[in-house]
């Protein structure tokens, strides 16, 4: 079936790094956008960084720009999030999910992985 | 950046009864405007696309409706597994691509 699976978290000083991967499954996953979304606990949704089918276009919120570096791998069916000095503040849920339509740039988000949790603490 | 609003913060509600989200954009998004379910320990589940289409296998006691910077949420009799929270968000100018804070929906 359609999946993405998230993993990589975990716990993690501040000004440190640390990589996500979604590894994705049942689709044609060059052929899809991508987004990471983070929730912090007991908050909501926080769109984190998006990444377009073939590479070519990235965007990413202000609160990590400059820190995070969105990345796919097409020939292994993965997503990437490198998450670069780390603050107590990116703690949260992260998640990726697919942009519904193929080869489209904007759209709702019909598949989510079940999210990574990552803690940055001292 | 456009500000997603959703009313009220919380909606307490009856098993059978109807459940009136809204959310409100800062500017227009035309229609491009999602709402996903959430229940606790769980991803978001995509309901309702392009402001008023339901997502594969959503059923139809779920409707959305509106266009520009006004939209609703509708549940037309609140089943046991709908109880959750419901989050809108706007795909039509961005980035930064935006999600109102959430409706928590609650049993009465």
């Known amino acids: 079936q359609v999946q993405l699976v998230e993993s990589g978290g975990g716990v993690v000083q501040p000004g440190r790094s640390l990589r996500l991967s979604c590894t994705a499954s049942g689709f044609t996953f060059s052929s899809y956008a991508l987004h990471w979304v983070r929730q912090a606990p007991v908050k909501g949704l926080d769109w984190v960084a998006f990444?377009?089918?073939?590479?070519?276009?990235?965007y990413y919120a202000d609160s990590v720009k400059g820190r995070f570096t969105i990345s796919r791998d097409n020939s292994k069916n993965t997503l990437y999030l490198q998450m670069d000095s780390l603050r107590p503040e990116d703690t949260a849920v992260y998640y990726c999910a697919r942009v519904s339509i193929q080869w489209r740039v904007t759209g709702a988000f019909d598949v989510w992985g079940q999210g990574t949790m990552v803690t940055v603490s001292s | 950046e456009i500000v997603m609003t959703q009313s009220p913060a919380t909606l307490s509600v009856s098993p059978g009864e109807r459940a009136t989200l809204s959310c409100r954009a800062s500017?227009?998004?035309?229609?491009?405007l999602a709402w996903y379910q959430q229940k606790p320990g769980q991803a978001p589940r995509l309901l309702i696309y392009?402001?008023?289409t339901r997502a594969t296998g959503i059923p139809a006691r779920f409707s959305g409706s509106g266009s520009g910077t006004e939209f609703t949420l509708t549940i037309s009799s609140l089943q046991s597994e709908d109880f959750a929270v419901y989050y809108c968000?706007?795909?039509?100018?961005?980035?930064?691509?935006?999600f109102g804070q959430g409706t928590k929906v609650e049993i009465k």
């Open positions: 968000q706007q795909y039509n100018n961005w980035p930064p691509l935006t």
């Open positions: 990444i377009l089918n073939d590479g070519t276009n990235k």
């Open positions: 392009g402001a008023s």
């Open positions: 500017q227009s998004v035309s229609s491009n």
